[in-house]
């Protein structure tokens, strides 16, 4: 078997990217490449099952978002979750926008980079991890599992799993590479991006280098709710000054067996949450402002992979990551009482050194028509933290400052490690089920910290999981699918040990070591229908969340503020209804309707509402690509529903968040080649209506989105 066959069979089964894009060779798909696209089912995925298979057949809900689309949109891979059924991003800005999935988001979604772990155990429950960490300009590929996938990832995947995948590598002797430069008139963002790939025979490399410097964007005049602008408005720390850099090195040791090393650096200056100034929002609104002046994140990850017959084995996979994150927090919060005048101020300043060791050792092994998929992972963060935070109360007599430095969370070690197993069975032709099951042992404990005098703590969660899968074929390009399983996750540092003046701020945290892992039992059952260029898609889904972590208030207050803290509430249920349709025509013409209602609901508290999410939301999508590929063209229309299910007196909006329609367009013009030089571009606007809204996400802590927001990137290849 030469070594290009081999790269096809490998990359799809054990480097988590598609045949189609191994068989391009590593290339990026120029528009002309994409002018009969296959459509979304049609697409290979690897995330929900470890193994190589079509959309249509995976016994799961997966989304895939492939570089012709994200090329498309000019924009970061977690921007374009907003335009799919079931996804969602929270946050707002180039640095801090946080995918969500069905209704949950932060530590209850898993992120993975390249098929491992990305997620630490020391970020606020609802806050998850950043994306950008990845580097958008090296990822080339995204699939997303819609609900639990405990049983191959491990805790957090409660919600559901996103893998940032990079570009696969050269499959033959070849250099080629991209030079891209991207404007956008929101914050005047300049992101510069140059790719570089090349093979020599065994040996393949890949590197890629990007740059983003982006202003605090402005938000336009208009109504929202209870909300009134009557000029644009500035959305203070909406911008970052970031980098990244990566590199991959692969050598083939034989045919059928690889060995590679990646790299992976970034790091972001003056980020933020983004706010906008209380005054304009309405009488005693709090200052909320949150700050991370510096974030550097470095990422080391070594691997072996093959397919051999070894007698317990057709496929190994062997890898292990190293990565560290230091980054510096700067929180400002003022918090106004009814007198004029009077409140608390507080401004904490928290640096958070971590470190993190894993790895992952996984089998597959083909017995007749049956798959078995198993190994075991494992993680240890290692945490250290140092805070400086001062309290100020005035309006009652001479002003009180109070200081202190004693760390909001203890230095601390959080370790996991499971073993899985998976298998995939066809009892009968048109029936494949895939039964899969994990033993997880976690452990968090704090370790000594200067200035902090507390005992050491200990707590250790263990946890089984188990899924069942199937997908039936009850007719030619018509599949039915249905699915049950059983989630964890298990609290991590910050829940657990953190004590002090919340950063979100209107609160002092207190901690709580006696938390139990949250665990999940996810049922749904779905339809594919594949008709030549006609496709369906639709799931009805229900996650109940058992052990539920929620903030709740305890009744006392420390330094005048009200008191909370982290404890399981009883039971939280997210249910509801995705369907996706669309057609995809020979002449270039193409066009897709999503619909999605979710529904999220406090079982144990009747009453109390939970929704982090949008109600409903239905998008609408024509594009042509012109035959020839010289020219494609598109419009996409958004539309998401009244949220009623609003925690009262915490936003400035009201009792409800307002429906809100967007609408974008799109186009994309190949230029005249220079000496096999490829030039595209691409033009993308945003929110064309110039209109006043913010995602449901950001609207208890109001940042809207920006105006009308105009796009450009020009793309070089060769």
Do not use: C
Not at 363 to 388: C, E, M, P
Not at 646 to 661: E, L
């Amino acid at each position: 078997m030469g070594t290009s066959t081999f790269r096809s069979g490998l990359v799809a089964a054990a480097l988590l990217v598609s045949p189609i894009e191994a068989r391009s060779q590593g290339r990026d798909t120029t528009a002309r490449d994409t002018v009969r696209r296959a459509t979304p089912l049609s697409t290979v995925t690897v995330t929900a099952t470890r193994t190589a298979r079509r959309t249509f057949d995976t016994p799961q809900s997966i989304v895939v978002l492939d570089s012709a689309q994200l090329r498309e949109k000019i924009a970061p891979p977690i921007e374009l979750f907003r335009d799919v059924a079931g996804l969602d991003v929270s946050g707002v800005g180039s640095n801090q926008r946080r995918p969500e999935i069905r209704g949950l988001r932060g530590q209850r979604v898993l992120l993975l980079a390249d098929g491992l772990r990305l997620t630490n155990a020391r970020r606020q429950q609802d806050f998850g991890e950043l994306p950008a960490l990845a580097g958008d300009g090296a990822v080339s590929r995204v699939e997303v599992v819609r609900g639990p996938a405990s049983v191959l990832y491990g805790s957090d995947a409660i919600g559901g799993v996103i893998n940032l995948i990079s570009a696969p590598l050269p499959g033959s002797d070849d250099l080629h590479g991209s030079i891209a430069y991207r404007y956008g008139s929101a914050g005047k963002e300049s992101s510069p991006n140059v790719t570089l790939a090349g093979r020599r025979g065994r040996v393949a490399v890949r590197l890629n280098a990007g740059y983003r410097d982006a202003e605090a964007y402005r938000a336009p005049a208009g109504t929202f709710g209870n909300i009134t602008f009557d000029d644009d408005v500035r959305v203070h720390d909406s911008g970052v000054r970031d980098r990244s850099h990566d590199a991959t090195l692969s050598f083939d040791v034989s045919s059928a067996q690889e060995v590679y090393v990646r790299g992976a650096w970034y790091e972001a200056r003056r980020a933020g949450f983004g706010y906008v100034d209380p005054a304009l929002l309405g009488p005693n609104q709090p200052l909320i402002q949150i700050r991370y002046p510096a974030q550097d994140f470095a990422r080391y990850a070594v691997g072996y992979r093959g397919a051999a017959s070894l007698g317990i084995s057709d496929r190994f996979d062997v890898s292990g990551y190293t990565q560290r994150n230091e980054r510096e927090l700067d929180t400002r919060v003022f918090v106004p009482f009814s007198t004029p005048g009077a409140g608390v101020t507080s401004h904490s300043l928290n640096f958070t050194d971590l470190e993190t060791f894993g790895g992952r050792f996984e089998l597959a092994k083909a017995l007749g028509s049956h798959i078995v998929t198993y190994g075991i992972d494992w993680f240890r963060d290692r945490s250290r933290n140092t805070d400086t935070s001062t309290t100020r109360v005035t309006g009652f007599g001479p002003p009180s400052t109070r200081t202190n430095n004693v760390p909001l969370v203890p230095n601390a070690t959080f370790r996991q490690a499971g073993a899985f197993a998976q298998v995939e069975l066809r009892p009968v032709e048109r029936l494949t089920a895939v039964l899969g099951a994990r033993f997880q042992d976690v452990m968090a404990a704090t370790r000594p910290t200067p200035r902090l005098t507390a005992p050491l703590l200990e707590s250790r969660d263990r946890s089984t999981v188990w899924s069942a899968n199937a997908v039936y074929r009850l007719l030619q390009g018509v599949n039915v699918i249905g699915a049950v399983g059983r989630g964890f996750r298990s609290p991590n540092l910050v829940e657990r040990f953190f004590e002090g003046a919340a950063p979100e701020g209107g609160g002092f945290q207190r901690a709580n070591t006696d938390l139990d892992a949250e665990t999940s039992r996810n049922v749904e059952v779905g339809a594919r229908l594949q008709r030549r260029a006609w496709y369906l898609e639709s799931f009805i889904f229900r996650n109940d969340i058992y052990d539920a972590i929620r903030t709740v208030a305890t009744g006392d207050s420390v330094n005048r503020q009200p008191a909370f803290q982290n404890r399981n509430v009883g039971r939280l249920r997210i249910s509801g209804v995705e369907a996706t349709t669309g057609l995809q025509l020979v002449s270039g013409l193409h066009g897709s309707i999503s619909l999605t209602r979710l529904d999220g609901r406090n079982v144990s508290t009747p009453g109390s509402p939970i929704g982090d999410s949008y109600s409903s939301k239905a998008v609408a999508d024509v594009g042509y690509h012109q035959p020839g590929g010289v020219f494609s063209l598109g419009y996409t229309v958004r539309h998401q529903g009244e949220q009623k299910e609003v925690i009262v007196g915490t936003n400035p909006i009201g009792s409800v968040i307002p429906a809100f329609t967007t609408h974008s367009a799109r186009a994309q013009l190949r230029l005249p080649s220079v000496r096999q030089v490829h030039n595209h571009l691409s033009l993308v606007v945003d929110n064309i209506g110039d209109k006043l809204y913010a995602e449901f996400p950001n609207a208890s802590f109001f940042r809207p989105e920006p105006g009308r927001n105009v796009r450009l990137a020009l793309v070089s290849q060769f």
